[in-house]
């Protein structure tokens, strides 16, 4: 299995509503990520895991809270998300922090 | 800071060859990558080149690294309809997890 997989694919949700977004990969990586996309801009990175223990996270607001409950899964919990959240979220994992990264599909998540 | 940049677009013709630039600034950078984004799909990588390379030809693909100038290129061969996406060059700042991405070049192909 080479492939970084996300789900879900789409996901509507209010600003009150809670929701986890979920990433699996099955290549024995030990570093996993998520970013941020807007339309037609680079990926932000938010949040960086390595074996397990978060390593990086670059000054993300605490409505979004990721989770590492083991090597091949990674969870961001969202709630009372604001409208400016709307974007593509997506995950990535490496051999290790520094390794070449490969990417998920991404979840493009619409707040209301 | 560190910085990356390339130019926001790109078109040519089918068969004709494409070449997308990209400057950065982090001269600790050991590896550099080239990530393609097609329409509503996630990043895929490419190719990527080790700092003390010079040049890395992998079929359609040669990137060119010039360290003293801190430039880098892509060139795709023979350019295919299905080549037209976005592709980011990118840094590993402080060659650590943090990938630092210029602001994708769009790339379109007229057959």
């Known amino acids: 299995d080479t492939e970084v997989t996300q789900t879900p694919k789409h996901l509507v949700m209010g600003m009150t509503n809670k929701k986890s977004l979920k990433c699996e990969q099955h290549?024995?990586?030990?570093?996993m990520y998520w970013y941020k996309q807007k339309a037609k801009k680079p990926p932000e990175l938010m949040f960086v895991y390595s074996y397990e223990k978060l390593s990086i996270n670059e000054s993300v607001p605490s409505r979004f809270s990721p989770e590492c409950p083991n090597s091949s899964l990674l969870n961001l919990h969202l709630h009372a998300l604001q409208p400016e959240d709307s974007a593509l979220y997506l995950c990535?994992?490496?051999?290790?922090?520094?390794?070449?990264?490969?990417f998920g599909p991404g979840t493009r998540l619409t707040v209301l | 800071g560190e910085d990356v940049e390339q130019s926001l677009f790109l078109s040519v013709r089918e068969g004709d060859s494409s070449v997308i630039n990209c400057t950065y600034t982090d001269s600790s950078s050991t590896y550099l990558y080239w990530y393609k984004q097609e329409p509503g799909a996630g990043l895929q990588l490419l190719t990527y080149?080790?700092?003390?390379?010079d040049m890395k030809q992998d079929q359609r693909l040669t990137v060119l690294l010039n360290k003293k100038d801190k430039h880098l290129s892509l060139r795709i061969a023979d350019t295919q309809t299905g080549d037209s996406a976005i592709y980011f060059c990118?840094?590993?700042?402080?060659?650590?997890?943090?990938?630092?991405f210029g602001q994708g070049t769009e790339l379109s192909v007229k057959p």
């Open positions: 290549m024995g990586h030990r570093a």
């Open positions: 990118a840094e590993a700042y402080n060659q650590g997890g943090k990938l630092i």
């Open positions: 080149i080790f700092s003390n390379m």
């Open positions: 990535a994992s490496s051999r290790g922090e520094g390794n070449e990264q490969f």
